[in-house]
């Protein structure tokens, strides 16, 4: 009988939410691969031999936390109403950030001192904007956002959702308790409407 395969995906991804959850709540220094493998209940070895070290399970939990978010955006479906579109893609982007806001502080907050990317996950990376780059390619095309460079509306859209989101989660006082999602969702339409070709 074969014998149970214990570094196994489950074991991957508690490693990697824990390794960001660390990240997020105390900063590189926290990141350790004894402390990690500890608090995991599993050894140092089962981390080399899932990701090879500490660059490989940085890079691995980069990439992760990108996957998780680009699988939000792309759950959104295409409708035949881009401006729709954009909001839906901008409360999607919302509820990954509060699903995982240990990740989310690894996507854009730069917990990850000299991290970079290697040209292949940065180009996994980009992949995760084509959601909203497409739906205002689509609206420019259509003639029902304004005729500019679609990258612009997109990039000016995910500017937008990602400012409230940011002070959502890291100045929540600013925003009160009561009607922040309604608040969230009035911010994007009002936005998203502006981009409308007059």
Request: net charge negative; charged share 20%; proline share 7%.
């Amino acid at each position: 009988m074969p014998r149970p395969k214990t570094h196994d995906e489950n074991l991957r991804v508690r490693l990697l939410d824990r390794a960001g959850e660390l990240l997020s709540a105390e900063g590189p220094a926290a990141l350790s691969l004894r402390r990690l493998a500890s608090e995991c209940d599993t050894s140092t070895t089962a981390v080399y031999s899932l990701f090879g070290g500490k660059p490989g399970l940085v890079r691995e939990l980069y990439l992760e936390a990108f996957q998780r978010f680009g699988d939000r955006l792309s759950a959104v479906p295409a409708t035949d109403d881009p401006v729709e579109d954009l909001v839906q893609l901008g409360l999607a982007y919302r509820a990954g950030a509060l699903s995982d806001p240990h990740l989310y502080a690894v996507l854009f907050n730069q917990v990850i001192p000299g991290f970079v990317p290697d040209p292949e996950a940065a180009t996994q990376v980009r992949g995760t904007f084509a959601p909203l780059l497409a739906a205002a390619s689509r609206g420019v095309a259509e003639g029902v956002l304004a005729d500019q460079p679609p990258q612009e509306i997109a990039l000016a859209a995910w500017a937008n959702a990602h400012g409230l989101v940011s002070l959502e989660l890291t100045a929540p006082t600013l925003l009160g308790s009561a009607g922040v999602e309604q608040m969230y969702e009035t911010a994007l339409r009002a936005h998203v409407n502006g981009w409308r070709r007059r």
